[in-house]
Nanobody
């Protein structure tokens, strides 16, 4: 059974930084596509960044240059380093990974995001 467990959310002032982590378990192989999404109340979940099985990185235009996605394959952990945060970045952030999207998953950036973490909240105050 695939599980994704996020951590690292919290509150920060404008201009501050936060690093999110996501520990992944349950895959029989470790080269999978993974990513981060975020969602605010009343809005659809939006893609933030992704990393392909070959290491290709993709970012939303809203975060390009400020956020960095990375992966530690040996520790099965996905990271999102978020710098220069502003209030518009406040959201619940979800880690997602490759899987069957038929049960509410999302196809984005060449990755079928079928598994999701529980979410971690990031609040940026001015």
């Amino acid at each position: 059974q695939v599980r994704l467990i996020e951590s690292g959310g919290g509150s920060v002032k404008t201009g501050g930084s936060v690093t999110l982590s996501c520990v992944v378990s349950g895959y029989t192989y470790n080269r999978i596509c993974m990513g981060w999404f975020r969602q605010t109340p009343g809005k659809e979940r939006e893609g933030v960044a992704s990393i392909d099985s070959d290491g290709t990185l993709r970012y939303s235009d809203l975060v390009k240059g400020r956020f960095t996605i990375s992966r530690d394959v040996n520790n099965n952990t996905l990271y999102l380093q978020m710098n220069n945060l502003h209030p518009g970045d406040s959201a619940t952030y979800f880690c997602a990974s490759e899987g069957d999207i038929r049960a509410g998953g999302v196809w984005l950036w060449r990755c079928p995001f079928g598994y999701w973490g529980q979410g971690t909240e990031v609040t940026v105050s001015s």
